[in-house]
């Protein structure tokens, strides 16, 4: 087949949702032409092809790959945002899953590269179709990310880890003002303070809480 065919079947599998035919195709094709005038679309669409039959480490290195070969390429706001999609996804199905045991031991790293690849859209390309979009998923990975922090400084609190919980709960308060995580963290780093005997840093903690999330009886 000509570079032509190749792409022009490889492309209509993947609009028919044939993903594995599709990524089958684009390989063949950027085997036998890797220098030809389809390259460049053929690696981008094969990217949204793996992330689209579910092999996001295969999506990521395509997108990685066309990043580095391509930094001037039109479509580079497009290969950022389908980025910060796969990891998006993979980010929200590690926090679901692994909530539930040791957070500790886990990292939110997927959710934390997506916040990045999709603030690279927002800054880089704030005029890009993708911009808006981009703009609140990261909204929605930051909440999402302090939650997680907070689950993780409860963990340690509970097992009487008081150091660990308050670093993590101080982390939400500096870091991810604006969350709804953040009124949890500060009541956990008061009783983390207390339990450390920090009784001044303590009454601060919750002295801030009282000011911002309490009643007008707290106060």
């Known amino acids: 087949w000509s570079a032509q065919k190749l792409y022009s079947k490889a492309r209509?599998?993947?609009?028919?949702?044939?993903y594995e035919r599709a990524i089958e195709l684009y390989e063949k094709l950027e085997a036998r032409y890797p220098f030809g005038r389809f390259a460049q679309q053929a690696l981008l669409e094969s990217a949204y092809a793996y992330y689209k039959y579910d092999e996001p480490e295969s999506a990521i290195a395509t997108l990685e790959r066309f990043i580095r070969t391509y930094p001037r390429h039109p479509h580079l706001d497009?290969?950022?945002?389908?980025?910060?999609?796969?990891?998006?996804?993979r980010?929200?199905?590690?926090?679901?899953k692994y909530l539930p045991v040791d957070p500790s031991q886990r990292d939110a790293g997927a959710a934390r590269q997506s916040f990045f690849d999709f603030k690279e859209v927002v800054e880089r390309f704030p005029n890009s179709r993708y911009a808006a979009d981009a703009r609140k998923r990261m909204l929605f990975l930051r909440n999402l990310i302090a939650k997680y922090e907070l689950h993780v400084a409860d963990y340690y609190m509970r097992r009487g880890a008081y150091v660990a919980a308050?670093?993590?709960?101080r982390n939400i308060v500096e870091r991810f003002q604006r969350t709804p995580a953040v009124p949890d963290a500060l009541k956990?780093?008061?009783e983390a303070y207390r339990r450390?005997?920090?009784?001044?840093?303590?009454a601060?903690?919750?002295?801030?809480?009282?000011?911002?999330?309490?009643?007008?009886?707290?106060r």
């Open 12 to 18: 209509e599998n993947l609009m028919e949702g044939n």
């Open 78 to 89: 497009y290969a950022y945002y389908l980025k910060g999609l796969v990891n998006f996804t």
């Open 91 to 96: 980010g929200r199905s590690f926090i679901d």
């Open 166 to 169: 308050a670093n993590r709960a």
């Open 188 to 190: 956990l780093l008061a």
């Open 196 to 202: 450390l005997g920090l009784d001044d840093l303590a």
């Open 204 to 218: 601060d903690a919750e002295r801030v809480w009282r000011h911002n999330y309490g009643t007008s009886a707290d």
